[in-house]
């Protein structure tokens, strides 16, 4: 791999600050799903390396939760400008295992330092209350303390971001993590432990674990009564399945989960940023984020206006590797995701859905699908139900505004919502009607480091980024004082 920082190709555990190989000196491969070549192998953690991470992270909580906000600020600060520095070799290694275009996957480095930026600050305003008493010999006030240790699991979709968006608030608060990154994707997270490790953050603070040994990790992670708080990004049976494991123990849990996302276009849309904002919602990541539009619902009296220049936009995608010049679809990341899309599509067309574009694999290569529109699709089918997680476009057609918000409502999920409208009246009923932890209106990307990201429903419970995504991380002591 090209790096100018060759620093940041890490391929061992990070415990207690020290890359190490793993207890039985096992490894796994990590492919690039451009081409399917190794890139190299990295250290396969075990159950031995996760107690012994959680004994760092343990012992590490001791001092960390008691230094001054001011330490941790400057610290987490350092680690932000580190990030900051090597954003390109960062990025670089991000397309490389993973797979999007380079373009994105710097804008992923961005979005991740800014997470770090945007703790570093808010540590500094965890601020607690004094309570009027309705006993005047008492004095009645709450602080705000970490929480402890905290288990991370983070999925490959956003390898660098998913981990400084759970890691920076839990470091911020004063708590010490144990980190799961995903199998597909673990250069990201090493590479972010070196540049911690520079930046000064004491040993034990942050542990990472790379591991193909995901069941077994998982369950000790959930269950060990030194970790207090989980924080999970990935599938809803998964979550439920750490929720279930947790309960043994009473963790706090944060579950961001899977989505169902409607795009609502109405006929008062301004069209040339309907068609922008649902291409940006959609094809983002090849398609591959909990957040992407699933459900494009379009009102019939603008449906043929709109496809049109919506077909023209995504016949413009440039698909192939994304570490070559001017390509907007990498590769899905692994052959499982490539045969959910094919019989999602297969469900979809059997029962009356059309292709209008697209429709299979890529000549790119084995993992690449083509940008693809699917139109006269139905709730019978199982796309409008799932997450389909590829570059297809499913087109549903409604009628009136009360259609549209029913069937944009008819999932079990709630992450995100969007739709696009220039009549001030429905943004208003409309935003508040759409039963999601995330709308939005007339824009295709939502996601920042300063605003609440989190769903409800079966889409999980719990808000990263933002003043709420520090709180995840703490807990509110209430303090009496008495007889004065
Ligand atoms: C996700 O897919 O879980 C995250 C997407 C985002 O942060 O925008």
Known sequence: MELKNKRLLQTET???????????????????????????????ATEKDTYRAISAANKAFINWSTTSVLERSKLLRRWYELIVENKEDLAFILTTEQGKPLGEALGEINYAASFVEWFAEECKRTYGETIPSSNNAKRLKTIKQPIGVVAAITPWNFPTAMITRKVAPAIAAGCTVVLKPAEDTPLSALALAKLALEAGIPKGVLNILPTTNYKEIGEILTTHPDIAKVSFTGSTAVGRLLMRQSATTLKKLSLELGGNAPCI???????????????????RNAGQTCVCANRILVQKSIYSKFMKKYAEAVEALKVGDGTKKNITIGPLINQEAIDKVNNLLKDATEKGAKILLGGGKHKAGKLFFQPTIITHCSSKMQLSKEEIFGPVSSIFIFETEEEAIEMANDTEYGLAAYFFSTNINRIIR??????????????????TAEAPFGGIKQSGFGKEGSFYGIEEYQITKYICTGNL
């Open 430 to 447: 409309v935003s508040e009607q759409l039963q999601y932890g995330i709308i939005g209106i007339n824009d295709g990307i939502i996601s």
């Open 265 to 283: 276009i109405f006929d008062d849309a301004e069209m040339d940023n309907a068609v922008k904002g649902a291409m940006a919602t959609k094809y």
């Open 14 to 44: 990070f415990i207690d600050n020290k890359f190490s190989k793993s207890t039985d000196k096992s490894a796994f491969e990590v492919t690039n799903p451009a081409n399917g070549k190794v890139i190299c192998t990295v250290a396969n």
